[in-house]
């Protein structure tokens, strides 16, 4: 079994310093981070690093003990030591406020307490989604770029149930990672409530401008600062073409032509509005919604209470 308590590497503690990041954008994934991350990263006052996820503070004691396919790929990817961390604010004006976009961070049991350490005034911001609508587009991201040998989502919940994955790494953590509550109650073991500013994901998508207004104000920057929302990320779906998608995403002559003709920033543009096209989203079974609705039932109520909010209809 994987260890999951704190590790006791993670020695350091508070001290002053230029470089710390102010804030947290916890996730959840699959909610609108990365348009959040490129929204906020518009702004001339935040800065966030070039590179959305850092995940230092999910660093494993053990990262061997982890599975998943090509694991030990995503982990050795992650700074181990606090000053290869903060190389990724090197560049932040002395000025700005520094932020993280790592929304392992969110479900990762170590996490709060090692940002607590570190950053005990930290501000954290959280989208969430319908957690049943979370975990089938997070299976389906994975599922198109490779990431997940499953091919039914339904196969999904019953290797969840059976608990076959509990070793795996968060990133196919696709139930997991829907227990808000949860979550949420080892951050206020350290953190105040005051201290986030939850946004649901409805409100997010119909109210994008007025919600960024809100996220300036949380974050005391100018909040009148226009912001470029033409700009889609990471919509989830499988390809339409398959002859596409490989072209997109697998090394081939045509990518390697178009790297010498077009710059970075044109071809990436070119890319994501390509592959957005390209996909198309299958419906969730209604016999995988309902076992989800009992699986998150439970947590859902104690989400609505615990912010006394009502979230009830996502699992009506």
């Known amino acids: 079994m994987v260890n999951h308590a704190p ?31 490129h929204y906020l990263r518009q702004h001339p006052q935040l800065f966030l690093p070039t590179h959305k996820e850092p995940r230092f503070f999910a660093y494993p004691e053990n990262p061997e003990q982890w599975q998943g396919p090509r694991v030990h790929q995503l982990i050795s990817t992650i700074p181990t030591s606090l000053e290869a961390y903060l190389q990724f604010f090197a560049e932040s004006p002395p000025a700005s406020k520094r932020g993280d976009a790592s929304p392992t961070y969110f479900s990762c049991p170590w996490t709060p307490a090692r940002i607590a350490r570190l950053i005990p005034h930290a501000q954290f911001i959280l989208i969430l989604r319908n957690p049943i609508e979370r975990a089938y587009s997070h299976f389906l991201d994975n599922l198109t770029s490779g990431w997940e040998p499953l091919h039914s989502f339904e196969e999904i919940i019953q290797v969840y149930l059976e608990g076959k994955r509990r070793n795996w790494w968060f990133k196919w953590h696709y139930i997991e990672m829907g227990f808000y509550a949860q979550h949420l109650s080892r951050y206020f073991q350290y953190f105040k409530p005051e201290q986030f500013l939850i946004i649901p994901y409805e409100t997010y998508k119909a109210h994008r401008a007025h919600t960024l207004q809100t996220i300036f104000r949380f974050l005391q920057v100018n909040e ?93």
């Open 7 to 37: 590790p006791t590497a993670f020695s350091h503690t508070y001290r002053d310093t230029i470089l710390y990041p102010d804030f947290f954008i916890l996730g959840v994934a699959k909610a609108g981070t990365t348009s959040l991350y």
């Open 224 to 316: 009148h600062v226009p912001v470029n929302f033409d700009l889609t990320f990471n919509t989830s779906g499988v390809p339409r073409n398959q002859l596409i998608d490989t072209l997109l995403n697998r090394p081939n002559p045509l990518r390697t032509y178009l790297r010498k003709l077009l710059p970075a920033s044109l071809r990436q543009q070119l890319r994501r509005k390509i592959s957005e096209r390209n996909k198309i989203r299958p419906p969730m079974s209604s016999r995988a919604r309902e076992q989800l609705r009992g699986i998150y039932r439970e947590d859902v109520h104690k989400l609505s209470e615990m912010l006394n909010q009502d979230f009830t209809h996502w699992v009506q």
